[in-house]
């Protein structure tokens, strides 16, 4: 409820997400901060230079960087972000934007079959990040390793060594500190890393018919992080809050 003079009136809750949304708009039109770039201590030669500043990139350049003695350039073509892009749920409002490649995909022969051209991702274009940090500035902070067969399939089929799923899972769990007190016994998790890994705050009404509706169907709660991927699961965000009670 918000009071004018002596009058209260109610904002409904679709009218307050418009507001915001509204708000969220206006905020994208500003300029760019010109203090963002910083140009003036720029050497003429580096140790290292990193062309692009994606999250791969940002976590390279941060590593790198922890020895004094070496000096390191990173390079990112996205401009400066807004306040907007600080708001996980907004990264829709960036897609197809200032902050997105844009890209379209090549032509397949097995899918996307009934789409112009085979083309999956035309109309719309394929959503990637062009900013400092890369698609985590559009990826919802959602925190999802992938599947152990693709990693595994990599490293056996393809000659990628070191990148089977066990030889990558010590490296996820020490770049994660993940407070879920479920996870903290299963082995592939840990609370020594930098990043955070959590559950969201609230969850949509959507959200949980889901997952009623997976237990009656006998899907058990797993972490999809962990060792399987099959049943029902809440979504896991590199989000900061306080650890579990």
């Not at 990264?91 to 902050?99: D, K, S, T």
């Amino acid at each position: 409820m918000i009071s004018s003079g002596t009058i209260p009136f109610v904002i409904p809750k679709w009218g307050a997400f418009l507001l915001a949304q509204l708000l969220s708009i206006l905020q994208m039109s500003q300029p760019p901060d010109i203090n963002y770039y910083h140009t003036e201590n720029l050497h003429e030669e580096y140790d290292y230079v990193i062309v692009g500043g994606g999250s791969a990139g940002c976590v390279l350049a941060n590593r790198l960087s922890a020895n004094p003695s070496v000096s390191v350039l990173l390079i990112e073509a996205g401009g400066p972000e807004d306040a907007t892009t600080d708001v996980p749920l907004y990264a829709l409002l960036h897609y197809h934007g200032p902050y997105d490649w844009n890209y379209i995909t090549e032509p397949q022969e097995n899918s996307c079959l009934s789409l112009k051209d085979h083309v999956c991702w035309r109309t719309p274009p394929w959503p990637r990040g062009k900013a400092l940090g890369g698609c985590s500035v559009i990826n919802f902070m959602l925190y999802v390793r992938g599947n152990r067969r693709d990693y595994d399939n990599w490293a056996h089929d393809y000659g990628a060594k070191g990148w089977s799923y066990d030889e990558v899972l010590p490296h996820f769990k020490n770049i994660e500190n993940c407070h879920i007190k479920a996870y903290s016994d299963n082995g592939y998790h840990s609370t020594s890393g930098e990043l955070p890994c959590t559950y969201p705050d609230t969850q949509t009404p959507v959200s949980e018919v889901f997952l009623e509706a997976g237990q009656e169907m006998g899907y058990p709660l797993v972490d999809y992080n962990g060792p399987s991927q099959t049943g029902r699961c809440l979504p896991l965000v590199s989000l900061t809050k306080p650890p579990e009670p």
